[in-house]
Nanobody, 121 residues
Framework: QVQLVESGGNLVQPGESLRLSCAAS????????MGWYRQAPGKQRELVAR???????YYVDLVKGRFTISRDNAKNTVYLQMNSLKPEDTAVYYC???????????????WGKGTLVSVSS
């Protein structure tokens, strides 16, 4: 089975930076879109950023200009560079990937277990 493992979450002060990583492993033929979601206490999970295999990106308005999503296809890894962090960025961040197990054009939607980012003074 395919697994996603996030890392990089930490406790930081406002204005500081973090870099999250998510590595996919298992039976993988091809990974299509990858993305980062977050869920704060009492709120629904929301899309933060996503990236296509060709490097086309999308960001939610609240993080534009501060966050950068990237991927290394050879390593089956997606990253989220987070700069100028704010207290409202505090959440559990989840990695998501659409994975093909064979050459057939069928994707499975895979989720990581999440990594906690806490921004507080």
């Amino acid at each position: 089975q395919v697994q996603l493992v996030e890392s990089g979450g930490n406790l930081v002060q406002p204005g500081e930076s973090l870099r999250l990583s998510c590595a996919a492993s298992g039976s993988i033929y091809r990974i299509d879109d990858m993305g980062w979601y977050r869920q704060a206490p009492g709120k629904q999970r929301e899309l933060v950023a996503r990236i296509t295999p060709d490097g086309i990106t999308y960001y939610v308005d609240l993080v534009k200009g501060r966050f950068t999503i990237s991927r290394d296809n050879a390593k089956n890894t997606v990253y989220l560079q987070m700069n100028s962090l704010k207290p409202e960025d505090t959440a559990v961040y989840y990695c998501n990937a659409k994975v093909r197990a064979s050459p057939l054009p069928f994707d499975s939607d895979i989720w990581g277990k999440g990594t906690l980012v806490s921004v507080s003074s």
